[in-house]
């Protein structure tokens, strides 16, 4: 039996990028009010991978809303860097990568990379210098002067999470953004997030309706309730850091699997 769920993890002050504490969060509707999130009280460290799955409407997408000040708790606290969440917003602390690539089809991929840059009041040559990068860190690299309607749909999302990387954010919001595709793309996806994270050192939060993704990804997963979303459960992954795909025939990723599983019935039983 893996003993994470024993194990006390350490973190500095000085190391958590988001702390909620005690976050509820309701959505005031013609049909009255929606409860979308109820106590979650988490922290997240410097360079964590943090992977949040649960049922559809659990949640899961409004909590990584309100780390990026899109949607603001009823009560409880949000705090990034140390600040709140609108101050994090306007010192652009994060990148924010949603579920639909969101790329303009009249500009070119250099071009759409290159629109958060030229916002921000980058000069020509900077912004050529960035764009480069990024290419490089998703394997985009000669790509730059195609249009989005010419790459696959793998190849768009890649591009999008180049634009979020682009002014260099430690903190990248990922709201399943993978999940559209197929199967042999996602595999090749998940392989390439992991290269770029080990990479770039970035904290990474992830939003997943796929258990073995969240798995494969994630230094911790978060499991939630469903609505009002709570938090059922916290995994520490006990898998290396460095897994090639064929990791998830193993023992200790299928125990994980299966304890994310039974989180997820729990939270279901629990519902009344």
């Known amino acids: 039996m ?29 049909d009255g009010p929606v409860h979308a999130l109820k106590d979650v009280t988490l922290d997240i460290a410097k360079g964590d991978f943090v992977s949040f799955i649960g049922p559809s409407g659990c949640g899961k997408t409004t909590l990584l809303r309100a780390m990026a000040d899109l949607e603001h708790p009823t ?37 759409n990379i290159s629109l958060p840059l030229e916002i921000m009041g980058y000069d020509k040559a900077e912004q050529a210098r960035r764009i480069q990068r990024v290419l490089e860190l998703v394997e985009l690299e000669g790509f730059e002067k195609k249009y989005p309607w010419q790459l696959s749909g793998g190849m768009q999302q890649r591009a999008s999470i180049a634009r979020a990387l682009a002014f260099d954010a430690d903190l990248l919001l990922m709201d399943e953004p993978f999940g559209a595709l197929d199967e042999i793309v996602r595999d090749h996806l998940n392989e390439q997030l992991l290269k770029l994270w080990e990479r770039t050192n970035k904290t990474i939060c992830f939003v997943t309706h796929s258990i073995p993704e969240a798995v494969y990804l994630s230094t911790r997963i978060v499991v939630m309730s469903p609505r009002p979303g709570r938090i059922s459960d916290v995994i520490e992954s006990p898998l290396p850091r460095e897994r090639p795909l064929d990791i998830r025939d193993t023992p200790e990723f299928i125990e994980v699997a299966h304890r994310v599983r039974d989180g997820l019935r729990a939270g279901h039983s629990d519902d009344v």
């Not at 973190?11 to 990028?17: F, N, P, R, S």
């Not at 917003?89 to 991929?109: D, E, K, N």
């Open 2 to 30: 893996i003993n994470t769920g024993q194990r006390e993890r350490q973190i500095l002050k000085t190391d958590t990028v988001i702390s909620a504490k005690d976050l509820s969060l309701t959505f005031q509707t013609g």
């Open 75 to 111: 009560s409880g606290t949000m705090t990034v860097n140390g600040t709140t969440a609108e101050e994090a917003r306007r010192a652009r602390a994060y990148g924010y990568v949603f579920q639909a690539a969101g790329l303009y089809p009249w500009r070119t991929i250099a071009g």
